[in-house]
């Protein structure tokens, strides 16, 4: 596709701190490249506020490359924005034509909540990981590779789970605000490889009830998450959430 310039209008959320009200602002900006990422847009309008001496735009971002989950915001409506299977900092600005108006909001989740601007507090899914998200392995020499047989598909479906990057996408897109594919994915992982067992039960039960404690609400199957999850995550996921936390629920001693 050929390389095109464009100027749009931006309304991004701006909001100081998590007590502040918070409020729209309409920024235009000019000479934008089809070439940049929707980041480096951003980085070019957050040089210009500072040169004016005003606040730049917060969001968060740290590999750039769709690995490490950190550029949760909501473009047009939509988490991370028009693409299928994308996070926000993998979209270009092909996406965008000229005279184009984009807005740009938060994560809206009462667990998630706002710092600044289009940053938000994730760290209710770390806790929901300290909870049960690990596995026990004894310390000495490493176990040889082919010591412990995995049945390929259960490796595949694994290794898909295991692509969750918790950027929290699926909690926004939610209208329940369900942790339920995040979740899923983590317990999917660990109870589909043999090195996830001894804390198998255990781990669903505690797991669960810490996305309880931290406020996420139920899931009721709309399936908006895995329309907007970068990693594809599969709902099919949170059907074997449930069997194991029904089978864990079952056979723990309380
Ligand atoms: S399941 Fe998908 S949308 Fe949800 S946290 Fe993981 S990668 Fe993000
Ligand atoms: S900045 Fe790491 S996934 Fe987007």
């Not at 980085?43 to 690995?67: M, Q, S, T, Y």
């Not at 047009?76 to 996406?95: F, I």
């Not at 694994?158 to 594919?181: E, H, P, Q, R, T």
């Amino acid at each position: 596709m050929e390389h095109y310039t464009m100027n749009l209008t931006l309304k991004v959320w701006r909001q100081k701190n998590s007590n502040d009200k918070g409020r729209f602002e309409t920024y235009q900006v000019s000479d934008i490249s089809s070439e940049m990422s929707f980041l480096e847009m951003f980085d070019v309008l957050n040089e210009r506020l500072i040169k004016e001496g005003k606040d730049p735009i917060a969001f968060d971002h740290d590999c750039r490359e769709g690995i490490c989950g950190m550029c949760s915001m909501y473009i047009n409506g939509r988490p991370h924005g028009p693409w299928h299977a994308n996070t926000t900092c993998q979209l270009h600005m092909r996406a965008y034509k000229d005279g184009d108006t984009i807005v740009v909001e938060p994560w809206r989740a009462n667990s998630f909540p706002v710092l600044k601007d289009l940053v938000v507090d994730r760290a209710a899914f770390d806790r929901i990981i300290q909870a049960g998200g690990y596995i026990s392995a004894n310390t000495g020499n490493a176990v040889d590779a082919n010591a412990m047989p995995v049945e390929k598909e259960k490796a595949d479906a694994a290794f898909a789970a295991a692509a969750c990057i918790g950027c929290g996408a699926c909690v926004a897109a939610c209208k329940n605000s369900s942790a339920m594919l995040f979740l899923s994915a983590k317990v999917s992982h660990l109870a589909l490889l043999p090195q996830g067992e001894p804390e198998r039960k255990t781990r669903v039960l505690n797991m669960v009830q810490q996305m309880d404690k931290e406020g996420f609400g139920s899931c009721t199957f709309t399936e908006a998450c895995e329309a907007v999850c970068p990693k594809e995550i599969s709902v099919t996921n949170i059907s074997r959430l449930n069997k194991e936390y029904l089978a864990a629920g079952l056979s723990v001693d309380k």
